[in-house]
């Protein structure tokens, strides 16, 4: 018998439940994994190698399917798309970090996880043991937002890196940025395939973004959102921030274009506009529409041309524009567009049809991108307008005009454009140079003998294979425009072109590079940087980036903060008149001498009032070899030490009128206050004097000996830095030399002889009588008077100034 066990019916109802449920899973579990793989991005696959294929392989992998599914060759519908993918496969594997990153997470981003390859999620499983409810897990066609007709359009870093950048110089681009995920980019979508749709044809660069695959290239253009549309020109990123509709997407690339495109053409400038051709070196185009506003296409013609051509547009249809429309006998009705070159009154070409094409314009403006004779301006011009021969036997010749700027557009520059004009070949070029400018460029074609002369002198020169190698040669009688010379030079090219061999040029030289005519000046092109720099930081970062930028703004505000701050305290707080020194620097310094102003009635009651008691004295530190050094040779930038020189009978007296006098500016922390004494240190004086850039205006009497010379009196500003210093002399009563003037002050009050007035206070003894006393120590007073006007202007920083090699040395 075989063994049987019995359940209960719930039990059987449980088992045969999960049974069921376990068959379930299977079963969708095996129809999940083909649409897996239906939709899986695999560049391995794509490039039909195996994931230990060498680099080697992968590029010959990559070279035989690109030549094989390239558009331009394959006409199958399927091609274009199949491109695409072979590119992007190649990208990954060829870059070994990427390829790593796709071996381990299944995305070259190296981000587990990502949405882009969502059945690596259910691949992570170990062994499918479990059964798990992922995202990833139901997954359908509906999930992809990017429509196929943003494939042709997708752009990788490398791509943007290598081609739209450039390219952004001459053309804008409009970028979008969309994902797989996104389900808001579905709305933005009919607008956009509206747009591109317009403004491709225009020459409108376009481009898509996928925000799964290319996270590099979003994190290099300041994108952390999608959906977004960027703008690139001239290698700069802007944001397009307002509502997605057709008149805000049209108004914001417009935005893009600078607005000197176009000038505005009218009966009053047009003469004016086409003659400018001189200053810049440029032909004219005059585009002629009825538009009220210059039409999207032209300005899109006018920025990819701006290096070469200046336009203008000229709106017809309005009294304005008559003139121009008559001189130049044309309806105005049809859209047309002229080009002027050296002859502004006849037109060099002319183009005239309803709905003009950009490919039509293009040819038209590239054939006509050099005047008939331009002038070599930089190296840049020169290489496209006499560029190196490609092979041995090629045939192109430029023919070089030096002529003297004082004598361009005379007779033999107009000769020259002339026979310019009847010579038109493809293999010929006509070109003139001032050797004003270029003269390094023109001295190495010329003789010594021709460098220097007042004739033109034409150059016929090939340029070699050789970077900067020419051939060329010189015609000998120069060049006057006259029909002889015409024969001469015609001979020549016939001669030279029907052999065809660069023998036939005598000479070959190594040239220099020609200088920039039109490079703006350094100062102006720093601020241009700088503005440029600033721009693109306000606009990538306050404006888009805003939250990455707040550690940024944060420190800016504290800054701004912090010196708002000291203003304010500096501006509104109490100034500290008394410059408070330490202990050990006191005990370093000699006798120092305090004078009480507070109880003086000459005392300043406004300056005391805003003082404190103990602040109410001015410190005066006598200057000796002991703080020679710090108080003078080494005191502070910024930092001056005032000096008044004193005797030992006049010390006293002077330093108590030479602290009432310097009082109202002790507020100044950076003015120190010493006195010198002349019996001890007159050598010292006298050398200073002597060593300063203009002795004469110091001295009146030269002859004198430095013994002789009185300096009691004198007050010296002296800069120990900078190394000069600012004297004042002493006034006294009845001289008829004006000192005050000399001392940088207005005054008609005259002193005294310098040997009268020391006689009267160097006799100053006890034996004299108490007026005399009296008398002298007025007198003595007197040589300080108006000192505070002094100071004043010391600090105004306008007396004159006495500069010395160094500071003599104190005994």
Known sequence: MWPFFVCEPKLMAGLQLASFGRLLVILVFL?????????????YRSLGVSRTATQAEIKKAYKQLAREWHPDKNKDPKAEDQFI??????EILSNEERRSNFDKYGNADGQPGNLQHPQHHFRSFHKYDSFFFDDSFFQFQFNSARDSFDDKYLLHFSQYMTEVVPDSYKKPYLIKVTSDWCFSCVHIEPIWKEMVQEFEPLGLGIGVIDSGYERRLLTHLGVYQHPAIVGVINGRVTFFKTTVVRENLRQFVENLLPSNLLQQVTNKNYVHFLSAWEQDNKPRALIFHQKSAVPLLYKLIAFQFKDYVKFGSVKTGTEMTEEILDHYSTSGYTPTIMIFKENVDNA?????????????????????????????????????????KQYRRQKRYCVLLIIREKDGLQAPYHSFVSFASVNTKEYLRFVYIYPERQQAFVNTLLPPALRNSPTPNIVILQQSSTPGKVFYKLLENGWNGNEDDKMELFNELNYLIGMGDHTLLSYDVLLPELNDEFAPMFLLRWLHAITDYASQIWESGFTQNWREMMPLISLLFSVVFILFGAFVIQAFGEPNDLERRSESEKEKEPATDKVQEASKKQQINTSRSSRSPE?????????????????LVRLMPGNINVLVVVTDATKNVLIQKFAHEVYPVTWNKSLHFSFLNLSKHRRWLADLLEFAQDPARISSAQDESYHNQNYIGYVLALNGHRKYFCLFKPELCNGTENSSTRNGLESTRGRNGPDEGATAMETNSPHQSPRSSNSSVKRTKQLLNRLNLWMDRLLEGILQRYYVPCWPELH
């Open 85 to 90: 993918q072979i590119s992007k496969a190649y």
């Open 31 to 43: 129809l999940n994994i083909p649409l897996h793989h239906g939709i899986e991005f695999d560049p």
């Open 615 to 631: 602040q109410s004295f001015v410190e005066v530190t006598e200057l000796t070899y002991v703080n020679y050094t710090s108080n």
């Open 348 to 388: 060099a070409d002319i183009i005239q049809a309803k709905g003009l094409k950009k490919q039509i314009i293009d040819e038209f403006i590239s054939g006509h991108k050099f005047l008939l004779a331009p002038r070599l301006t930089n190296q840049k011009l020169f290489q496209q307008l006499c560029p190196p």
